[in-house]
């Protein structure tokens, strides 16, 4: 029946609004991690990030009734850990990377799912997934060419894509261990296995001290340092802003077709690069915009192709 077309293209269209204003919002936040860079270390951040996230969630649970309580601890907990060591290597490059650089390396997830799912569990794909895999690592190849990373490291900038093959691996947890979980469960997860990353990485620190670079350089080698007013503040916005983000991305992800949605996600990397060109006044050149490009059109064609011989793919998840 033609009636509810309508209905159904406002939804899209407000799905569409809900998500550019996750990716615009997330694009400012990330774009500023490298203030907290600067002067304080990844571990730090990440168990104040934890904190703070819980302390919001455990309102939103009293508030909303959100339920926390996971069905199958130990599947939860793999899946936790996997995405909050995925997301740790992201944030462990923007310190030192241009963000849409850094998220187009995460974006890779889809793309190693496929893999994953082709060379360890036989799952065989089809030739428009094959197509999408070479275009995707075409597009890494650009991103990580010389003119995009004049100064920076291969391990450096090799960063984001094992980001992104460690969030491959829970994107299948997602889909082979937690199928019947609870959202509220498995964000909860993550950000208690970011807290705990925090703390492993804070202690160790403390054992065997390094002699962190100056500025977001020594992120990573950083280790405690006594938070001030302003490190509070710029905290307590990130973990709002992605809290919130997150949740107009859910919410696109319930009124809207999933693949879609998932396709919409891309806008994240435009949104970060105008944030980075609006703050920090940086410019991609012509051979990362082109990788980025090909990373995007890799996921969507991955997204929203026929399913192919098994290779589906589980929901997509929001990038926190």
């Known amino acids: 029946m033609p009636a509810p077309q309508p209905a159904a293209r406002d939804r899209t269209l ?7 204003t996750y990716a615009f919002m997330l694009g400012f936040s990330d774009n500023y991690v490298r203030v907290v860079a600067a002067e304080s270390g990844l571990w730090q951040f990440h168990l104040s990030r934890g904190l703070i996230a819980m302390a919001l969630m455990l309102v939103l649970a009293r508030l909303i009734g959100m339920k926390l309580r996971p069905k199958r601890l130990w599947a939860v907990a793999v899946r936790g850990g996997l995405q909050g060591f995925g997301v740790l290597i992201y944030f462990a490059a923007i310190a030192v990377l241009p963000v849409p650089v850094a998220a187009a390396g995460l974006f890779t997830a889809p793309i190693f799912v496929l893999l994953i799912s082709a060379l360890i569990f036989g799952e065989r794909i089809g030739p428009v997934s094959i197509l999408a895999v070479i275009m995707g690592f075409l597009g890494v190849l650009l991103v990580l060419g010389p003119s995009a990373f004049s100064g920076v490291s291969l391990v450096t900038t090799l960063l984001p894509v094992a980001g992104g093959l460690v969030y491959a691996f829970a994107m299948i947890a997602t889909r082979r261990l937690c199928a019947e979980e609870e959202a509220g469960a498995l964000v909860a997860a993550f950000f208690i296995a970011l807290g705990l990353f925090g703390i492993i990485g804070l202690i160790v620190l ?3 001290p390094l002699q962190p670079e100056p500025g977001p350089a020594g992120f990573v080698a950083r280790g405690w340092v006594m938070p001030d007013l302003t490190y509070l503040a710029w905290m307590t916005m990130h973990a709002g802003v992605v809290a919130l983000g997150t949740w107009f991305c859910t919410r696109a992800y319930l009124i809207a077709d ?6 919409m996600e891309y806008v994240m990397l435009p949104a970060a690069a105008f944030w980075g060109y609006a703050i920090w006044g940086e410019v991609l050149g012509w051979q990362a915009w082109v990788g980025i490009a090909l990373i995007a059109i890799a996921g969507g064609l991955i997204t929203l192709a026929p399913k192919e011989a098994g290779a589906g793919l589980p929901a997509p998840q929001p990038l926190p």
Request: net charge positive.
């Open 14 to 20: 407000a799905a569409a609004g809900l998500v550019t």
């Open 206 to 208: 403390q054992i065997w």
């Open 258 to 263: 999933t693949g879609r949605v998932s396709v």
